[in-house]
């Protein structure tokens, strides 16, 4: 139970109560941090069993398809109907401000911003959400519950992000759907990861959908969408 809601709870205390405060990116590396050791606590001071998975191996054609499906459904989307939905119509003046707090508003500090989220950062949420807590949760219960569990967990912590985004004033109708979907995509990382025994598909579909977001955080914050 901790360590499906420790990041949600991080995710809180440096993004929204210490969000501008001059030391909140070393709060945000220490919460990383803690983050990082609690499957290591768990496999190795509680003797969680830990299933072993081809790490790097298996699936790569799968999680490249799914991610570049979603990636491009995503950046259409965008380019369509929802860059003109009234809800995101404060994200870009948002973003641009959470990106001037971790001194990434400049073109080259995002794009090293862009390549460390979308290759090193989803590697660790696979590491974390998939192997650890979807891997705890399927040794205990049937797929049909862990697999959503572990989705609703991992949702639940982009709620605190996309909820400051969207200025906290569209919950029911923009905060919601955008967190399910989410899930969604969490669900299908899941199911990768379970098909193929790999970090390596979850991994690279993960990759290309946070690629293509970070390609569209950009582009709102030009006033482009």
């Given at each position: 139970?901790?360590a499906?809601?420790f990041?949600t ?5 440096y993004f929204v109560?210490?969000?501008h405060?001059?030391?909140?990116r ?5 919460c990383?941090?803690v983050q990082a050791t609690?499957?290591?606590l768990?496999?190795?001071?509680l003797h ?6 081809r790490?790097?191996h298996?699936g ?7 991610g570049?499906?979603?990636?491009a459904?995503?950046l259409?989307?965008l ?6 939905w ?5 994200a870009p ?10 001194g ?6 995002y794009?090293l911003?862009?390549i460390?989220?979308s290759v090193?950062h989803?590697?660790f949420?696979?590491?974390y ?10 040794q ?7 697999l959503?569990?572990?989705?609703a967990a ?5 709620w605190i992000?996309?909820?400051?985004f969207?200025g ?8 919601l759907?955008?967190?399910l ?6 669900a299908?990382w899941a199911w990768?990861f ?9 991994w690279?579909s993960h990759?290309l959908?946070d690629?293509a977001l970070m390609?569209?955080?950009?582009r ?6």
């Amino acid at each position: 139970m901790a360590a499906a809601l420790f990041p949600t709870l991080a995710s809180w205390l440096y993004f929204v109560v210490w969000a501008h405060q001059p030391w909140m990116r070393w709060l945000y590396v220490g919460c990383k941090l803690v983050q990082a050791t609690l499957p290591l606590l768990g496999w190795g001071w509680l003797h969680l069993r830990r299933d072993r998975p081809r790490v790097l191996h298996g699936g790569a054609w799968a999680g490249l398809g799914t991610g570049a499906l979603l990636a491009a459904a995503s950046l259409a989307a965008l380019a369509g109907p929802l860059g003109r939905w009234a809800p995101l119509a404060v994200a870009p003046a948002r973003i641009l401000d959470r990106l001037a707090a971790v001194g990434a508003a400049s073109p080259g500090r995002y794009l090293l911003l862009a390549i460390g989220l979308s290759v090193a950062h989803s590697l660790f949420e696979e590491y974390y959400w998939r192997w650890f807590l979807f891997g705890q949760l399927a040794q205990r219960l049937p797929l049909r519950w862990a697999l959503p569990l572990a989705s609703a967990a991992f949702a639940l912590h982009h709620w605190i992000v996309i909820d400051n985004f969207l200025g906290g004033g569209h919950r029911l109708d923009a905060t919601l759907p955008l967190t399910l979907l989410v899930a969604a995509a969490g669900a299908l990382w899941a199911w990768l990861f379970q098909r193929y025994r790999s970090l390596l598909a979850p991994w690279l579909s993960h990759l290309l959908v946070d690629a293509a977001l970070m390609a569209a955080g950009w582009r709102m914050v030009a006033g482009r969408w």
